[in-house]
């Protein structure tokens, strides 16, 4: 169908759908963070509403069009990028926000609303949102319930999934499922909302979402520490988690290529030197006039005397908190400098941490002698960033795969499927839970225009 | 077909499937913790293992016979009460645990094992598992997760749901779905789990699941706090949210006359004497060596001095925090004595709390002037147990779901649909949302077998 044709098609009365077909307006539709454009689109559909998304994709559906999804275009695994043949829709107009209900600590937002404007209501009502990823000024609420979106605190609040206390989703043939009641229990009936998190898209479009808002703690420490090995990072995760529970918030780890890369990008000038094989940046929050932050000291204190750290530094302030996280930015902001590299979002399970770095270590020097590894990521969730730099890229990528699903591990961590690693999704799922989705998606997009080719 | 034909038509091969077809056998699979039995089926199955499980629902399968799924027996919605012409099919010699994973936090275990069982290993390990209900000791995980069980804890660890990491199921022709990786983070594809979580057996039978364990915490403190309305208790709420954070565990309410029915019921030997409108539970968890009792104290003191609360006892050692517990067990042992009662498990959004009591105690007197409400339940949450003493059942039911439902609320909060709240299901779920259920329910279960009937 050309685009012209498509376009007379489109339902006239009453809805702004924003319908954009000038090439150059276009020219920021066609890629997502990985920068790899896809062909220029007949269109992009922009609605205003979730009845302007209805009226849109019952037209699409009508006439078997295909349309690729985009929210905040900050996607790392080309799930946006649109296909020959593919119209968009894109949630960008989409961004109110309702009123923070500070009882039942909730706020109703729309897809396309950014998450730092959501951290920032929530924040201006005292609470908190749980999930903080680095691209929190561009990617929006409703991108990253597609993709059940991470982060660096999933230790204490859990991924995407569970700050969803309600949905608003369109299935291809513009039917709108509302459920936002946002009640914290709810078990009348099978829950629909779990399809589209995380669903990347395949069986509706998020429009509006519930979402849960947390206390917003008196105050947060963090430490950066040299450890001796993984084994020792582990045992330092467990003796926090048994002391700060709950509010052990996060657990990452940075391994000696990225900092030493980091150290040397900042010219010595971070909290701690190079020289460690591992660093962790731990953090806890601290609510009421609690003294737990003399709890993460003492725990701190003994893994050091026990050898679990070689050096740590507490932050005792708002600017050494902030120079510790600053560390933690760096290890994106280095391994971009770097040039061309392959990432790998894998995730294993916490036991089979050491057994993965150690096994890379040897299939990365057996099949290319030059390849170096930059390592860091969400150790405290088993979720690793295995960045490899090398040119021989076809055959490095599948084994870093097939290596942590031999380990019990996950291919694509926190960042999805998208369309840039379909070719790795059997490796961890059977052809029966392949089979099972593929059923699902017949039923619930029958002419397969949602997201098509994506996942599956 | 008759019971002995389709005997003869099961797989004898290997699988120890446990068939039971004695009638006196097959008296304790007639009801749930509702009491009212269904028919006797022809026969119980009770397979030792998930390909059992898959071999006996084949044969199902292909013979069109429909099967009520069955755990412990505990659940409050009639949803495994066998119906005519059903067979039963059994988890419960599946009931063997995995070892506690002490690094990741988790365990394996079967369908058919106890709460109490899974609580006892995790404790073991020095862990905690977050889901605590009263029938701890009868309730399977197989069961509390088909139904998204709730409990006392949910301010803090919320549902079944959040407790999952991974699960095996079987669907209705026998495919096994095995997902039990245990990943904190795994995006590799839409999270098939999620369908069988308060999916109430509609789209596959629970075997095994990989659960997520929890700190355990070094102490645990309570109060039980006399408050003078729901909106105090709502304040109180918030200001306890706030200082204490992810400590704050439970805030459970009870109206004055399950109060002073427990008070009379326990000869007055209960901490707080009976006099208040409303009287709240509130616990909190200490990490560490924490002083987050001093805060926990601190609130209480200055709510107190605020009016917020008459009267306030804060445990002090092991004996007074069972003994305020105590006084929450004694809601269901009271209601329970009162004999034949209506039960109502529904939410509303907290705000709407002090408008639901007001308005259902207006709707009762008019409809019933004769009638008493025993209201108790998780305050915290939006979650009552608006229990009412009337002989005007048929017309009460419908008016107190109808209000539930006009706040904005739930008809089922944690109980589920099972046989006996379908009629209700209508007023908090659209036709589309319902037409969704039977779309999935046709794409993975065509000749309807499991569960038919429930939810629907």
Same mark, same amino acid.
């Given at each position: 169908?050309?685009?012209?044709?498509?376009?007379?098609?489109?339902?006239?009365?009453?809805?702004?759908?924003?319908?954009?077909?000038?090439?150059?307006?276009?020219?920021?539709?066609?890629?997502?963070?990985?920068?790899?454009?896809?062909?220029?689109?007949?269109?992009?559909?922009r609605?205003?509403?979730?009845?302007?998304?209805?009226?849109?994709?019952?037209?699409?559906?009508?006439?078997?069009?295909?349309?690729?999804?985009?929210? =905040?275009?900050?996607?790392?695994?080309?799930?946006?990028?649109?296909?020959?043949?593919?119209?968009?829709?894109?949630?960008?107009?989409?961004?109110?926000?309702?009123?923070?209900?500070?009882?039942?600590?909730?706020?109703?937002?729309?897809?396309?609303?950014?998450?730092?404007?959501?951290?920032?209501?929530?924040?201006?009502?005292?609470?908190?949102?749980?999930?903080?990823?680095?691209a929190? =000024?561009?990617?929006?609420?409703?991108?990253?319930?597609?993709?059940?979106?991470?982060?660096?605190?999933?230790?204490?609040?859990?991924?995407?999934?569970?700050?969803?206390?309600?949905?608003?989703?369109?299935?291809?043939?513009?039917?709108?499922?509302?459920?936002?009641?946002?009640?914290?229990?709810?078990?009348?009936?099978?829950?629909?909302?779990?399809?589209?998190?995380?669903?990347?898209?395949?069986?509706?479009?998020?429009?509006?979402?519930?979402?849960?808002?947390?206390?917003?703690?008196?105050?947060?420490?963090?430490?950066?520490?040299?450890?001796?090995?993984?084994?020792?990072?582990?045992?330092?995760?467990?003796?926090?988690?048994?002391?700060?529970?709950?509010?052990?918030?996060?657990?990452?780890?940075?391994?000696?290529?990225?900092?030493?890369?980091?150290?040397?990008?900042?010219?010595?000038?971070?909290?701690?030197?190079?020289?460690?094989?591992?660093?962790?940046?731990?953090?806890?929050?601290?609510?009421?006039?609690?003294?737990?932050?003399?709890?993460?000291?003492?725990v701190?204190?003994?893994?050091?005397?026990?050898?679990?750290?070689?050096?740590?530094?507490?932050?005792?302030?708002?600017?050494?908190f902030?120079?510790?996280?600053?560390?933690?930015?760096?290890?994106?902001?280095?391994?971009?400098?770097?040039?061309?590299?392959?990432?790998h979002?894998?995730?294993?399970p916490?036991?089979?941490?050491?057994?993965?770095?150690?096994?890379?270590?040897?299939?990365?020097?057996?099949?290319?002698?030059e390849?170096?590894?930059?390592?860091?990521?969400?150790?405290g969730?088993?979720?690793?960033?295995?960045?490899?730099?090398?040119?021989?890229?076809?055959?490095?990528?599948?084994?870093?795969?097939?290596?942590?699903?031999?380990?019990?591990?996950?291919?694509?961590?926190?960042?999805?499927?998208?369309l840039?690693?379909?070719?790795y999704?059997?490796?961890?799922?059977?052809?029966?839970?392949?089979?099972?989705?593929?059923?699902?998606?017949?039923?619930?997009?029958?002419?397969?225009?949602?997201?098509?080719?994506?996942?599956?």
């Open positions: 169908m050309t685009s012209v044709a498509f376009i007379e098609r489109l339902p006239a009365g009453g809805h702004d759908l924003g319908i954009e077909t000038d090439r150059d307006m276009m020219a920021r539709h066609l890629a997502d963070a990985t920068r790899k454009p896809g062909p220029v689109p007949s269109l992009v559909a609605p205003k509403t979730t009845e302007g998304v209805s009226a849109f994709l019952k037209a699409c559906h009508d006439a078997g069009q295909p349309v690729a999804v985009q929210g =905040g275009l900050t996607g790392l695994s080309g799930g946006a990028r649109p296909l020959e043949g593919e119209v968009v829709l894109s949630l960008e107009r989409m961004r109110s926000l309702g009123p923070v209900d500070a009882v039942s600590a909730t706020i109703v937002v729309e897809a396309g609303a950014r998450l730092q404007t959501v951290q920032e209501a929530a924040e201006s009502a005292g609470l908190c949102f749980g999930v903080d990823i680095g929190r =000024g561009s990617a929006t609420i409703g991108g990253m319930i597609a993709t059940n979106a991470g982060g660096i605190r999933v230790l204490r609040h859990d991924m995407m999934r569970a700050q969803i206390l309600g949905l608003e989703a369109v299935l291809a043939d513009g039917t709108v499922l509302s459920s936002l009641r946002g009640l914290m229990k709810d078990n009348s009936g099978p829950n629909l909302n779990q399809l589209f998190i995380g669903g990347e898209g395949l069986f509706g479009v998020v429009t509006r979402a519930c979402l849960r808002l947390s206390a917003k703690p008196a105050a947060e420490r963090n430490a950066l520490c040299a450890v001796p090995s993984v084994d020792s990072a582990l045992v330092l995760l467990q003796r926090l988690r048994s002391a700060l529970g709950p509010q052990l918030t996060a657990f990452e780890g940075i391994f000696a290529p990225v900092y030493e890369g980091i150290s040397a990008m900042r010219r010595g000038a971070i909290p701690l030197p190079a020289g460690s094989p591992l660093y962790v940046i731990a953090e806890m929050q601290i609510f009421g006039a609690q003294a737990g932050d003399d709890v993460f000291e003492t701190l204190i003994q893994a050091y005397e026990d050898g679990l750290c070689s050096d740590i530094v507490v932050s005792r302030s708002g600017r050494e902030a120079a510790i996280w600053d560390v933690r930015e760096g290890c994106t902001e280095f391994t971009f400098s770097l040039g061309r590299l392959t990432g979002d894998i995730s294993v916490l036991r089979s941490i050491p057994a993965f770095m150690a096994e890379a270590e040897t299939l990365l020097a057996g099949l290319d002698p390849a170096g590894a930059y390592v860091f990521g969400h150790l969730d088993g979720n690793l960033h295995y960045v490899v730099r090398t040119g021989r890229r076809e055959a490095v990528s599948p084994e870093i795969y097939r290596l942590a699903a031999r380990l019990g591990g996950s291919v694509t961590a926190e960042h999805g499927v998208g840039d690693k379909k070719d999704l059997s490796l961890v799922r059977s052809p029966a839970e392949l089979a099972t989705i593929r059923m699902l998606k017949a039923a619930l997009d029958p002419k397969a225009i949602l997201n098509r080719g994506r996942v599956l």
